[in-house]
């Protein structure tokens, strides 16, 4: 393969290859089209990198030892930021309250994020520090707290944030995708998430040395905002419902832990007006919509813009929802009809999926099953990107394909191939980037070199063991490993030019 002038100027074999100013032998490494992460929250993956990870505690007290070791190296006035506990894999699911944490800190700030990012446990003494959050929804005194209570703890939380700390940790989480063999991502940011200046700052650094940023700003009517920002797209985490794991998902049938049946945070007329919204600009947008019932929603108002602009007008857009975890048959032609992008986290399913995990503690066995249906949406033309939505997963694009080959539900599964291409060209193409993502004469010279211990079958690396007892979220094939990223010829991360 020659590349100039960040394009391939060339492919074919050895004996053929034309004169190259240099020549960088592999070495029989394998070379694909690079990775596209389509759903990233860029400083939180970077504060995940270096914060409090407490993914691993399985109860209460583990965490406020966690909380409390991590304490002990901060300052008298700093705030301990983490992530990743999930009371659903705990013995005893009661996780500590405010002032439990704000012994475990000795007083200083606490906020951890659950996994679904969807709510989060605060210390007193946070609360403290946002007066208004007592007459908030989702409010409650132990400081578990849901909905827009979290939404106001989240933006004082990120708000201790200096920006020289928020522009280094971006940088750092951009540089760990680029080790992962990824090339772009898509933020989604928005007035809920990070903030403009989270966002524009991010933006900014876009391709210099790390991969390529697609903003999306999530502002109910927010299209012509999300343009003066720089956003390819009005979407993204606009919120129509919230997340499984904080019980904020809405659902047609309540859930079976606790009941209830989560929150419908848009109406059909405001996804409706939205999307007329986003054609007078020319935006792309989307919308963040987990359960049925929030999804059925969605498409109520996907249907009343098309009733306004024509169906062709609205594919045309390739708008987009995100995570899309609970959806029929009937959601999934819908889809089809108004060309969707479903962007899309198999890790979800590698996770929480499966008999005795998350999905079924919310939702029952069937259901949970039924969830992520990957294979049902790709065999009938839905377009799809794979991404991570880290913090909440890591950004682990092979982990992910495999997730994708290797659903709790074998009718959900899809080919290698298949989910390969829907975490590679599927990216770029939801960002209406047609010619990327693959290696191609006059394409893009965006790759990944890597070295694969499995193996290689059919141009692309063995992911599963071959005894199927062994394969799903716990095989022990090993992955391969990144050496070298490039993005339109520029290696973004392994040693050397082109």
């Known amino acids: 393969m020659l590349v100039s002038d960040g394009r391939i100027a060339w492919l074919g074999s050895d004996a053929d290859a034309p004169v190259a100013d240099r020549v960088v032998d592999l070495d029989g490494a394998l070379v694909t089209p690079a990775f596209v992460d389509a759903h990233v929250h860029t400083t939180g993956t970077g504060l995940g990198l270096s914060e409090l990870d407490v993914s691993g505690v399985r109860s209460g007290r583990e965490l406020l030892a966690a909380v409390a070791a991590f304490a002990e190296g901060l300052p008298p006035d700093g705030v301990v930021l983490g992530h990743g506990w999930d009371e659903s894999t705990w013995p005893v699911p009661v996780p500590p309250n405010g002032e439990e944490l704000d012994r475990a800190a000795a007083g200083r700030r606490v906020y951890l994020s659950q996994a679904s990012m969807h709510s989060a446990l605060v210390s007193t003494a946070l609360l403290a520090a946002c007066p208004a959050v007592v007459a908030a929804a989702g409010f409650d005194e132990s400081g578990w707290l849901r909905r827009d209570a979290h939404h106001v ?23 760990h995708a680029a080790a992962m063999g990824v090339a772009a991502v898509h933020e989604c940011g928005g007035p809920e998430i990070s903030g403009e200046e989270d966002f524009t700052g991010l933006l900014g650094i876009s391709g210099v040395g790390v991969p390529e940023v697609y903003g999306y700003w999530g502002e109910l009517g927010g299209a012509q905002r999300a343009r003066e920002l720089g956003a390819v797209g009005a979407g993204g985490d606009l919120f129509a419902d919230g997340a499984l ?37 020319g935006m792309q947008g989307g919308f963040h919509a987990i359960g049925d019932a929030a999804i059925a929603t969605v498409l109520e108002g996907f249907a009343a813009a098309a009733a306004r602009l024509g169906t062709d007008r609205v594919r045309a857009a390739r708008h987009r ?10 959601m ?56 991570s939505d880290s913090p909440v997963t890591p950004v682990d694009p092979w982990g992910s394909v495999r997730a994708a080959v290797a659903h709790h539900n074998p009718a959900q599964r899809m080919s290698l191939r298949a989910a390969f291409a829907a975490h590679s060209r599927g990216g770029w193409r939801a960002v209406r980037r047609d010619g990327d993502g693959v290696l191609a004469l006059g394409a893009p010279a965006t790759f990944a ?16 063991a071959e005894d199927p007892e062994v394969r799903g979220a716990s095989d022990p094939t090993p992955l ?11 290696v973004i991360y392994g040693e050397g030019g082109l």
Request: aromatic fraction near 8%; hydrophobic fraction near 40%.
């Open 153 to 175: 703890v989240r933006a004082a939380a990120s708000g201790s944030v200096g920006r020289e700390q928020r522009a280094a940790v971006q940088r750092a989480a951009l540089a």
């Open 332 to 387: 999934i032609a819908g889809f089809v009809e108004y060309g969707v992008v479903a962007s899309v986290q198999p890790a979800f399913d590698r996770l929480w999926g499966g008999a005795g995990r998350m999905y079924e503690s919310r939702l029952g066995l069937d259901r949970s099953l039924a969830a992520n249906p990957l294979g049902a949406m790709h065999s009938v033309g839905v377009s799809l990107a794979f991404g």
């Open 480 to 490: 391969p490993v990144c050496r070298r990223t490039v993005l339109r010829g520029a």
């Open 245 to 281: 794991g904080a019980r904020t998902a809405q659902l047609t049938v309540p859930y079976v832990d606790e009941g209830g049946y989560g929150y419908g945070y848009l109406s059909a007329g405001q996804v409706r007006d939205h999307l007329l919204g986003c054609a007078t600009y």
């Open 321 to 330: 929802v995100e995570h899309a975890e609970l959806v029929d048959k009937r």
């Open 449 to 464: 070199v890597w070295d694969t211990p499995a193996g290689v079958e059919r141009g692309l690396p063995v992911l599963q």
